[in-house]
């Protein structure tokens, strides 16, 4: 099975697509409410695994502050706000798309930061830091960033925001640190590093996989009797997507040395959608269909679009430096 799942993963441009298409077909042609009940097990499937192999410790780790500084100053005050423009410009008419949007720049970094990372030859430990301080400071803050830019409109009272993200994000990070403690006590250091933490967020592939067809199939009559608006939503976050890693890569190579500088593009352009999907489907029981739709077609365009930076990144930061073998 994890094979199966290892493949998936390595796939994912070719399986989202491919299960929102299959999503599409069984919505429009069966009733998709019965998986509503699906939905609460397969978002703790999603964020659990995530949560297990957390590296905690790397909160109090010190050094390169001027980098983490810089990562959060993006991730919180020039993306919420570009999600919220995005929204207004070319959204304006549908309020739940805007939500989606800011969810999205709300909640920075996932465990592909730290892939795409390693990938490009960056700096893997400020990675996995800015995972870390990302994710607790997007989940404090988007209570407060969704009040501010949508006021009133979502009709969610804030307190029940907060406590949705309390459900979605914290119980499972103290259920996944207690799952670490745990395996690391019972099976030693080595073999969690080996075969567990290898091992388990495959399982977040798999509801990853579920919760897309879901949100999709939802909104699988809307998307047939309104193409346009899917392409719409292709079009407008493939440019979005661009211009931030053009954004980040300018104040990259202006700021920091080649590693520092990849872990700045991925620790911020990759946002943590996972959890932006599970949020949008546990808080907006209602709408949260609509609101997940958006996010589901930023994994499409996400995940390609790291692919193709990793292909360029050389080029617009620099190689990487061969060391001199001294005689």
Known sequence: MFNTLSHIQKRLTLYLPLTM???VIYGYYFNPQPLRALITPIIFFMVYPMMVTLKYKELFTKGNKRLHIVTQLVNFVIFPFLGFFIWRFSFSDNQYIGIGLLLMALLPTSGMTISWTGFAKGNVSAAIKMMVVGLIMG??????????FMGTATDIPFSGIVNEIIKVVFIPMIIGFITQKVLVKKYGQDRFQKD????IPLIATLALIGIVFISTAM??????????????????????YFFSFLLVTIIAKVLFNREDGIALVYGTVMRNLSIALAIALSIFSTAGS??????AVAFVVQIQGAALYLKVVDRLLGSQKTPEIVN
């Open 21 to 23: 298409l299959l999503a």
């Open 139 to 148: 989940s404090i803050l988007t209570p407060v960033y969704l009040r501010f």
């Open 196 to 199: 567990f933490k290898t091992r």
């Open 219 to 240: 909104r699988a009559k809307t998307i047939v009797s309104n193409p346009q608006m899917l392409l719409k939503i292709l079009i407008v976050l493939s440019i979005a």
């Open 290 to 295: 609509d609101v997940a739709l958006i996010v």
